[in-house]
Every structure is written in structure tokens, then in C-alpha cells.
């Protein structure tokens, strides 16, 4: 189970989210129908295009008579201008949750080691069931080839244990890269939120 403060941390982005209205393209076209987007439709080939600000608002008015390549151009920086603002937002809301979620430094080294730990435990899990499929698979093998020696056929049922055992390792093995990339994401993340909240803090007074 993830940490309380964690949980926090996610629910507090979740509240202070504003509604999010990207930079977007807006046109009319020969119908009357207006169409928005961050391309331009087929609708409004020929037809002028207004930019709009991440608030709606109408930022600048692009001639009819553009080129493909220049309504190409004009979608593409729209679609980079509105993944810039939304990083933005998400920043600002990244630091107003961590804010409201830790009182100190120290609660973040609390948090990431009740995490750590929980994430170890699990590794360490993974490592245990692997030995043992490992030896298993090893006896299996060690059965197989006492029967080659004799010139004799694997059993299939040992074959099938073998296949079988070998896949279980293959899987656990999978996993325990997976634990580990994550126990390490875990540690660089709250690294990072400790290092933000101390620049974020000493920018302000003392809570």
C-alpha cells in the first residue's frame, strides 16, 4: 500500500487542478459552423484561423489565403505552446500539493523511507521466489541429464516441468527488473520533491 503522505500528495494535484483549457485553433467554415482543435479541419481549408489563448481567448488572426505548409507550421506551434501551458499548470500544481502535503524536510525522508521499505519488502519477495524456482528448475535439469547420460528420453512430465520452470524464472525475473526500475524511481522522485520543496520554502516565509 502506497503512503499516506503519497496519497495525499496525489489527492491535493487532483483538487487544486484548474480547469484546463489548452491553446487551440478556431475557425468558421463556408456553413457557418465553428470548429475548434489544435488542427485545422478540412472544413476550413481556405477559411481564416484564429489563435487562441490558453484561456480561449482569441490571440491572433492567421489569413485564408496560408499555405500547407504555413497551416502545418501554425497547428504544430499551437500544439507546443498548449503542451507548454499544461506542464506549467501541472508544475504549479506539483508545488502547491507538496506544500500542503509536508510541514518539512524531514516528513519527505519519513515518507520516502515508509515507501522504500514497502518497495524493498516486495523485492525482496521477488529475489526469494526466484532462488527457489532457480534451484527447482535446477533439479529438474539435474534429473534430465542423469536420463541422457543413460541414453534414456526425458520423461514428459519432466520436460513439461522444465518448460514450466523456466518460464517461471523468465517471469520472475521480469519482475524483479520491474521492482527494482521501481524502487529506484521511487527514491529519485522524492529526491527531486525534497530538492523542489526546499527551493519552493526558502522563497517564502516559514510556515
Known sequence: MLDKKVLSLALLCLLASPPVVASSIKCVDSKGV???????????????????????????????????????????????????AQQARDARRHDSALLGTYASEAEIDMARDRNVQQLSLALSNVESRLKSAKEKLSQYNAQASSFQQKNQPVPLDLAQSISAAKKEVADLEVERAQKQQDLSAMKDKFDADKKRYRELTQKQPAR
Request: net charge negative.
Open 34 to 84: 465553428t470548429h475548434y482543435g489544435d488542427t485545422i479541419p478540412p472544413e476550413c481549408a481556405n477559411r481564416p484561423v484564429t489563435e487562441l489563448d490558453d484561456k480561449g481567448v482569441p490571440a491572433k488572426e492567421n489569413p485564408a489565403d496560408m499555405t500547407s505548409e504555413e497551416r502545418r507550421a501554425l497547428e504544430l506551434e499551437v500544439q507546443k505552446e498548449a503542451a507548454q
